[in-house]
């Protein structure tokens, strides 16, 4: 589906998640899309590799199950989003897009199920927010990079930064993904998000 979309570059293709690590040694991908289901280890494994060696290299996970618990422990590892195999080109087009862009990414047949596992936790204490923290917090959950949040904010692009960073900090996170689950999960976000 990909190398026929003039829109996108297949740098590399690995059967397995060793094979992919091995192939990060030496190709700089924009993102990687991480099947869950691999022959030598899951995606979620992989996904938990490719944080620690390689940082912030936006991962998109793609699964035949859209469960709440395959999804969040995806997400616990640092996956940037999770989509079914049952999307069409454009939405994992558009998925890549936002999650190489800084953005996160649920398809809809997940979102549901995250919601409903997010509900069973009890939420522990809300660090106190600023009223531009809880903006940007909405803004980030909803799936906005850094330079649309800078747009509808009419802020700069370091300012968000700063503001995350400190949000980063409040929830004790290292990444936007984690912040999203993070505070759904501790209930900060507002009803009119």
Not at 41 to 47: M, N, Q
Not at 117 to 127: M, N
Not at 158 to 175: E, T
Request: charged fraction near 25%; charge should be negative.
């Amino acid at each position: 589906m990909l190398e026929v979309d003039d829109r996108v570059e297949v740098v590399g293709e690995s059967d397995n998640a060793l094979d992919a690590l091995k192939s990060l040694e030496t190709i700089s991908p924009d993102v990687m899309l991480v099947d869950l289901n691999l022959p030598d280890h899951d995606g979620v494994w992989l996904v938990g590799k490719i944080r620690a060696r390689w940082g912030k290299l936006p991962v998109l996970m793609l699964s035949m199950h859209d469960g709440g618990q395959e999804v969040l422990e995806a997400l616990s590892q640092g996956a940037n989003g999770y989509l079914t195999k049952t999307v069409d080109r454009e939405e994992l087009m558009a998925a890549l897009v936002t999650v190489a862009n800084g953005g996160t990414h649920l398809c809809s047949s997940v979102a549901a199920p995250v919601l409903e596992r997010l509900k069973q936790f009890k939420p522990t204490s809300v660090p106190p927010l600023t009223e531009r923290e809880s903006e940007i917090l909405q803004l980030v959950v909803a799936g906005k990079n850094n330079s649309e949040i800078a747009q509808t904010l009419s802020l700069s692009v370091s300012r968000i930064k700063f503001h995350l960073s400190a949000l980063f900090q409040k929830f004790d996170v290292s990444d936007r993904t984690s912040l999203a689950v993070e505070a759904s999960s501790r209930g900060a976000l507002t009803s009119e998000g």
